[in-house]
């Protein structure tokens, strides 16, 4: 009998609410392609995110503000028809959704309707309130996402790790505060202290995914071309690297060009 997708138990919000009342840490990986979706799906993570950090890493832009929103959806559709069971979150690019509620409205059916993904997730606290609630209202679960938020760097100047002062942080908890009470499913805190992290985490019912965000939230999340060891430059100090594809790939593909030249490829058995 052919298994079918639906033969598969799929992750939704509220089992991610329950693996956070459990104690189960969440794994969250991105994804921007159908092929890397299907590995990690199948791998057994719950979350996959196609990241507006596909601007660095599929388009090799400096940010991630020159991503559009076709551009995503054309990401997320094809992450989504590489996927079984995970659960499906799709940022939504800069531009789409500050400060007009309407046009964040329109922006994210266009990505649920046209990609096929499960939510959004947006950047930022009180300044969005009303684009999150509108969404929130047409049946779309949010993602918030807080501290370090790439989309706001020329505010900021810097990658450096946020909410050290007081202020910050206490704006922070506000901010996670008021994401949970408009009925976000899930937080991402990006580059903060680990113990503002904990204190998040311990404070909110919701689940807090963290990335640089220390081991005391109810998951983490990095760019899987990180993890993977593809990306060479990138190495701030909260990534693991879990392979060195970076080599393998340089040396597969090193081998092939030698084999062309030296004829050794194709040989008899790989020709008609
Ligand atoms: N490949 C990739 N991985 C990411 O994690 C990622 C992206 N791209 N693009 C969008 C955002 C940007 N992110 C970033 C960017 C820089 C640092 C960082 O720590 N940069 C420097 C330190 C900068 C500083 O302290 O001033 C580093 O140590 O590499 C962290 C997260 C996370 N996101
Ligand atoms: C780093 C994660 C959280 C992200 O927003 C992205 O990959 O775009
Ligand atoms: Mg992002």
Redesign the pocket.
């Known amino acids: 009998m052919s298994v079918h997708k639906s033969d598969v138990k799929k992750v939704t919000t509220h089992q991610l609410q329950n693996m956070k009342e459990r104690g189960e840490k969440i794994s969250m990986l991105?994804a921007y392609d159908f092929s890397m979706a299907t590995i990690l799906d199948a791998a057994g993570v719950d979350v996959l995110?196609v990241?507006?950090?596909?601007s660095n890493v599929m388009a090799g832009h400096e940010t991630?503000l020159p991503i559009t929103l076709d551009q995503m959806i054309y990401h997320a559709s094809s992450v989504v028809r590489g996927v079984n069971r995970a659960f499906v979150v799709v940022?939504m690019p800069f531009g789409s959704y500050q400060g007009n509620s309407s046009e964040a409205l329109r922006s994210a059916i266009r990505i649920m309707k046209e990609s096929g993904g499960h939510g959004v997730?947006l950047e930022g606290g009180a300044e969005i309130k009303e684009s999150i609630t509108r969404i929130l209202s047409a049946g779309v679960p949010v993602m918030g996402?807080l501290g370090l938020t790439?989309q706001s760097i020329y505010k900021f100047g810097t990658y450096t790790v946020r909410a050290k002062e007081e202020a910050e942080a206490q704006k922070l908890l506000d901010d996670a505060q008021l994401l949970q009470e408009l009925g976000c499913f899930a937080i991402?805190l990006?580059k903060i202290p680990s113990a503002l992290a904990k204190r998040v985490a311990e404070t909110l019912q919701i689940p807090i995914i963290g990335?640089g965000a220390g081991p005391d939230v109810d998951g983490q999340?990095?760019?899987v071309h990180d993890m993977l060891g593809i990306n060479k430059e990138f190495k701030p100090r909260f990534l693991r690297r879990y392979a060195d594809l970076h080599s393998i790939m340089t040396g597969a593909v090193q081998n092939y060009v030698k084999d062309v030249k030296s004829k050794d490829f194709p040989n008899e058995k790989e020709a008609y």
């Open positions: 991105t995110l990241g507006d950090s596909a991630t940022d997730k996402h790439p991402v990006e990335i999340v990095l760019v």
